[in-house]
């Protein structure tokens, strides 16, 4: 019997295999931030320990750096603490960090790819649990702790408990790929299989509907596996893969001999048995709105708001989630979608701020107004996406309609910074999480794609994109 993609990397990556019990498996790329490394450079320093390989490791500063003028000094205590703690660890071992200033700054997951740190068939971790966005290059990439963090800089190896194999079908070929997105793709997944489908496994999406999509869709995509209980997301490396990665700065010099050994060993063979499987039609995908407090808790636009019983198909537990999720959200069941207005809107985060993102949403807004009563931002996800997105003239599209135009970040998606919602307030946001009190204390959170905020933004409330003309 063949293997899959994630047993390939899985085998190739093992140090120590156990037969019960985690085995442990080589890192071959490490990504630190500020928030979840101090404790593991502290650790190294009361163990007498450095950093096993500092070339493999690369650090920036993403979560808590302020997206508006950084000529300022930083106000939050805590924020500036991280920060500065984070230099002082890169520089006394030697690591290479992007720091607030540097042009390659930007959200870790951002960056990895554009700067070709990433590379198809390796085993990359941060202590982020959105790690996985980097699966979409072929790359096992995994999430940590702060106490695996420390062991990865001392050994550049982790103790791992091996994953089931979960595939992932998209079938079809999409109709309207400027309306219905990656964003709805991976949302109406979620919605299927529930936030704990996908536990204890590492998912590879594959079919016609995901192979069709750009390499900043794939990473959309695995980004929020997470979102599913999955351990990690791949998709299979392909010409696509290949071109995206060619000539990036850190983009091995033999390149093109590793494209020949990629191109025939990273893919699922087709005798390889999955343990769980799911298919879903590409055509039966509308644009999504999440409606409650985690990612499961979304429908179409079209549609009106679930009632707990309809949710929860007869799951007691589901049924009074959603009930507290209704309340927390301030929504009545059999609302329409269309008729929820908002207060803000956020365009950015390591799901949603790459350029192509941005330049979606940007043929939304162009010539329009934001409605009086909205707050918009974009957030770039890179220091190199905003420089680009600049070039192009998209700072202007956006500003022009009353959006503010703000530095790299990981900004409000997750409210570890300035840029956070007020209670009460009902926000469009593109990031991947809509917990409570996520975006900021009492702050309400519906995920959508970017030109589903942008749209929003335009009306003041959500409506289906696939009656705009966005070609």
Same mark, same amino acid.
């Given at each position: 019997?063949?293997?899959?993609?994630?047993?390939?990397?899985?085998?190739?990556?093992?140090?120590?295999?156990?037969?019960?019990?985690?085995?442990?498996?080589?890192?071959?790329?490490? !990504?630190?931030?500020?928030?979840? =490394?101090?404790?593991?450079?502290?650790? !190294?320093?009361?163990?007498?320990?450095?950093?096993?390989?500092?070339?493999?490791?690369?650090?920036?500063?993403? #979560? $808590?750096?302020?997206?508006?003028?950084?000529?300022?000094?930083?106000?939050?205590?805590?924020? =500036?603490?991280?920060?500065?703690?984070?230099?002082?660890?890169?520089?006394?071992?030697?690591?290479?960090?992007?720091?607030? $200033?540097?042009?390659?700054?930007?959200?870790?997951?951002?960056?990895?790819?554009? !700067?070709?740190?990433?590379?198809?068939?390796?085993?990359?971790?941060?202590?982020?649990?959105?790690?996985?966005? #980097?699966?979409?290059?072929? *790359?096992? %990439?995994?999430?940590?702790?702060?106490?695996?963090?420390? #062991?990865? !800089? %001392?050994?550049?190896?982790?103790?791992?408990?091996?994953?089931?194999?979960?595939?992932?079908?998209?079938?079809?070929?999409?109709? $309207?790929? #400027? %309306?219905?997105? *990656?964003?709805?793709?991976?949302?109406?997944?979620?919605? $299927?299989?529930?936030?704990?489908?996908?536990?204890?496994?590492?998912?590879?999406?594959?079919?016609?509907?995901?192979?069709?999509?750009?390499?900043?869709?794939?990473?959309?995509?695995?980004?929020? =596996?997470?979102?599913?209980? *999955?351990?990690?997301?791949?998709? *299979?490396?392909?010409? &696509?893969?290949?071109?995206?990665?060619?000539?990036? &700065?850190?983009?091995?010099?033999?390149?093109? =001999?590793?494209?020949?050994?990629?191109?025939?060993?990273?893919?699922t063979d087709n005798d390889a048995k999955f343990e769980k499987e799911f298919t879903l039609d590409i055509n039966d995908i509308a644009p999504q709105v999440s409606w409650g407090t985690n990612p499961g808790m979304t429908c179409d636009v079209t549609e009106s708001i679930p009632t707990p019983d309809d949710f929860s198909n007869g799951d007691d537990n589901q049924k009074k989630g959603a009930q507290k999720a209704l309340d927390y959200m301030d929504l009545k069941s059999g609302t329409p979608v269309e008729e929820i207005k908002i207060d803000r809107v956020f365009i950015g985060s390591c799901t949603n701020a790459r350029l192509e993102d941005l330049i979606e949403a940007s043929k939304v807004i162009k010539g329009q107004k934001i409605s009086s009563h909205v707050k918009a931002m974009v957030v770039p996800g890179s220091q190199m996406v905003k420089k680009q997105a600049e070039e192009m003239g998209l700072d202007k599209i956006f500003i022009e309609s009353n959006f503010e135009w703000r530095e790299a970040g990981c900004s409000m998606c997750l409210g570890m910074n300035p840029d956070i919602l007020s209670p009460g307030e009902r926000c469009a946001s593109t990031s991947n999480r809509n917990f409570e009190g996520r975006q900021g204390t009492g702050g309400r959170t519906h995920l959508v794609s970017p030109v589903m905020a942008a749209a929003a933004a335009i009306a003041g409330h959500f409506v289906d994109v696939r009656k705009l003309d966005l070609n």
């Amino acid at each position: 019997m063949g293997d899959t993609l994630f047993e390939k990397v899985w085998k190739s990556h093992v140090v120590v295999e156990q037969e019960s019990g985690p085995s442990l498996i080589y890192i071959d790329r490490h !990504l630190v931030h500020e928030v979840t =490394s101090p404790q593991a450079f502290d650790g !190294l320093r009361m163990n007498n320990r450095k950093v096993r390989r500092p070339d493999l490791t690369i650090a920036t500063m993403d #979560h $808590n750096v302020p997206t508006n003028d950084r000529s300022l000094p930083i106000l939050d205590q805590t924020s =500036s603490i991280q920060i500065q703690t984070l230099e002082k660890n890169c520089n006394d071992f030697g690591i290479t960090l992007f720091d607030i $200033n540097s042009p390659n700054q930007g959200i870790v997951h951002v960056i990895g790819p554009q !700067l070709g740190i990433t590379l198809p068939g390796s085993t990359i971790v941060c202590g982020d649990s959105h790690t996985s966005t #980097h699966g979409a290059f072929g *790359a096992l %990439a995994l999430g940590i702790g702060t106490s695996d963090v420390e #062991h990865v !800089l %001392a050994s550049q190896t982790m103790w791992l408990e091996k994953p089931k194999t979960f595939e992932i079908k998209v079938d079809g070929k999409i109709k $309207n790929p #400027h %309306a219905v997105t *990656a964003k709805d793709i991976v949302l109406s997944i979620i919605k $299927n299989i529930g936030t704990g489908g996908g536990t204890g496994t590492v998912i590879e999406y594959r079919g016609q509907g995901i192979s069709d999509l750009s390499m900043e869709q794939r990473m959309t995509i695995c980004n929020m =596996s997470i979102e599913a209980g *999955a351990r990690a997301g791949m998709i *299979a490396p392909d010409e &696509k893969t290949f071109d995206y990665l060619r000539d990036r &700065k850190y983009t091995p010099k033999n390149y093109e =001999s590793l494209v020949e050994i990629w191109r025939d060993s990273l893919k699922t063979d087709n005798d390889a048995k999955f343990e769980k499987e799911f298919t879903l039609d590409i055509n039966d995908i509308a644009p999504q709105v999440s409606w409650g407090t985690n990612p499961g808790m979304t429908c179409d636009v079209t549609e009106s708001i679930p009632t707990p019983d309809d949710f929860s198909n007869g799951d007691d537990n589901q049924k009074k989630g959603a009930q507290k999720a209704l309340d927390y959200m301030d929504l009545k069941s059999g609302t329409p979608v269309e008729e929820i207005k908002i207060d803000r809107v956020f365009i950015g985060s390591c799901t949603n701020a790459r350029l192509e993102d941005l330049i979606e949403a940007s043929k939304v807004i162009k010539g329009q107004k934001i409605s009086s009563h909205v707050k918009a931002m974009v957030v770039p996800g890179s220091q190199m996406v905003k420089k680009q997105a600049e070039e192009m003239g998209l700072d202007k599209i956006f500003i022009e309609s009353n959006f503010e135009w703000r530095e790299a970040g990981c900004s409000m998606c997750l409210g570890m910074n300035p840029d956070i919602l007020s209670p009460g307030e009902r926000c469009a946001s593109t990031s991947n999480r809509n917990f409570e009190g996520r975006q900021g204390t009492g702050g309400r959170t519906h995920l959508v794609s970017p030109v589903m905020a942008a749209a929003a933004a335009i009306a003041g409330h959500f409506v289906d994109v696939r009656k705009l003309d966005l070609n």
